[in-house]
């Protein structure tokens, strides 16, 4: 069995690259549009109403609960779907001076970023998504449920205090890195694996930087004092 090294790793350039391709078409199915049309009998399209965005919040406030719940569960399936089939990927990937784990939540880390990049630009719907913070969510889940658990908590304090659900979307994307390294430096690290406390953190903040990007309009309201509160159709 070989050891861990850069080049070793791109031995494996095949794992990558199927990891990403999968991830991104997984990501691309965008249940808010495809629900929203149902719903609506093919009247509605969610990206021409509301905010424009095809995610969760928007189908919550431009068609109801019912269908906002549905999408929020379909875009966190996805992205489970396409963590675990990543995963199993780099599952194949073995090295005699590494952590297996570690390998395999590498592979998590890159199936998700791909699959957030293909909920917000889909190739099956012109290149117009949602913001990826279901998407996100469901890969902090599958790969490490202690940093999903804290972040599950700050957005449930920001979200009750404010009832701004992007205020709180865009606090968890900032400290999503911070929380990483903390937990994965306190409770993962040996002396041996800072390679991968440095990898989970620079993913999770690649992550979370595309998220707050993604919300830069609402950032702009926010300090306008302009943001809505949530307010779902009826």
């Not at 424009?52 to 928007?58: E, K, L, Q, V």
């Not at 590494?98 to 390998?103: A, P, R």
């Amino acid at each position: 069995m070989a050891e861990f090294t850069l080049l070793n790793l791109l031995n494996y350039w095949w794992c990558f690259l199927l990891t990403a391709v999968i991830a991104y078409l997984l990501g691309s199915i965008n249940p808010a549009v495809i629900i929203t049309k149902i719903w609506t009998k093919g009247e509605l399209d969610i990206r021409t109403v509301g905010s424009g965005n095809a995610g969760f919040t928007n189908v919550l406030r431009a068609v109801g609960k019912v269908p906002a719940i549905i999408t929020l569960v379909c875009d966190a399936l996805k992205c489970v779907a396409a963590v675990l089939i990543g995963g199993m990927f780099f599952s194949l990937i073995t090295f005699s001076n590494v952590n297996q784990t570690e390998i395999i939540n590498i592979g998590k880390y890159l199936a998700g970023i791909f699959c957030i990049l293909g909920h917000s630009y889909p190739l099956y719907f012109h290149f117009k998504g949602g913001k990826g913070v279901a998407a996100a969510a469901a890969l902090m889940l599958t790969e490490d449920w202690r940093v999903f658990l804290v972040i599950l908590g700050t957005f449930l304090i920001v979200f009750i205090i404010s009832k701004i659900i992007s205020l709180a979307s865009v606090t968890c994307a900032a400290l999503y890195a911070p929380y990483t390294f903390l937990i994965t430096f306190f409770f993962d690290y040996d002396g041996t694996n800072l390679w991968y406390i440095i990898m989970s953190t620079a993913a999770a903040l690649l992550i979370g930087i595309f998220v707050i990007l993604k919300h830069k309009e609402n950032i702009k309201r926010l300090l306008r004092g302009e943001e809505k509160k949530i307010k779902a159709k009826k």
